[in-house]
């Protein structure tokens, strides 16, 4: 019999750790509940939860920096929860490597149904990612430039630069086609799996922070391709 999925549910609101505890077990769903967003970091690891649901405005650490630390070593699934309803807000919360954002109030009923569109998109994306890996190798290298699949480290010139999750997708996707212009909605693909909602300037964002991060060390990777979208460039 397969194991129940366990969401890690963050709120320094006790009552709606209760709520979305008592949802999620309905359902048939593993809860591990956390207080605020440092005991957040300090279970994550022994937990290993398959889902975090996570509240921006915490104490001691607030969602954002929670979600920073766990996506420097796990894509599992974030759903943001926040009182705040600002277009920024979500945007924000989507670049730091968030999948999906609720505002409060919300129905516990839409966040299941979130939680469960998360896990099934997780598994119909984890077979295309190992072909991807297994179609382009461990290793992607274009000049002064290269990235290591399995061990997700990007270099240049052997000097390490450090991606986000969501950062290191888009760079993968464009070194394994080198010759290809993607556009934004590929790379939205490649970033984030099909069927998910980013718009246009989240992945120019991201862009200009990979720029950003390789020119800090010296590189320069991605050329734009104006009126189309973005091309590995010749990393020398």
């Known amino acids: 019999m397969a194991k129940a999925p366990t969401i890690m549910v963050v709120d320094d609101d006790a009552h709606i750790r209760e709520v979305v505890g008592f949802a999620l077990k309905k359902e048939g769903f593993q809860t591990i509940p956390a207080k605020d ?36 070593h796990s894509d ?5 929860l926040s009182s705040k309803d600002d277009e920024i807000d979500r945007i924000l919360g989507l670049e730091l490597g968030g999948d999906d954002y609720v505002t409060k109030p919300f129905s516990p009923r839409e966040l299941i149904a979130r939680v469960k569109a998360r896990l099934r998109r997780r598994l119909t ?21 290269r990235l ?45 799996g099909r069927d998910h909602f980013v718009s246009d300037r989240t992945i120019d964002s991201h862009i200009k922070s990979v720029r950003k991060k390789l020119a800090a060390v010296g590189g320069e990777a991605i050329r ?12 020398t």
């Open 37 to 72: 967003g440092l005991q957040a970091v300090e279970m994550f690891a022994e937990a290993t939860p398959d889902l975090v649901i996570l509240d921006i405005l915490m104490p001691e650490m607030d969602g954002t920096e929670v979600c920073k630390k766990i996506r420097a």
């Open 76 to 80: 599992v699934p974030i759903i943001f």
């Open 125 to 145: 994306e984890a077979k295309p990612a190992v072909s991807l890996q297994e179609k382009l190798g461990a290793i992607l290298e274009k000049g002064r430039l």
């Open 148 to 192: 290591d699949v399995d061990a997700r480290i990007v270099s240049w010139d052997s000097v390490r630069v450090e991606l986000t999750h969501r950062e290191f997708r888009i760079l993968q996707t464009l070194m394994g086609y080198p010759e290809k212009i993607f556009t934004r909605e590929e790379l939205i693909d490649g970033a984030y």
């Open 224 to 235: 734009t391709a104006h009126g189309v979208g973005y091309q590995l460039g010749e990393c």
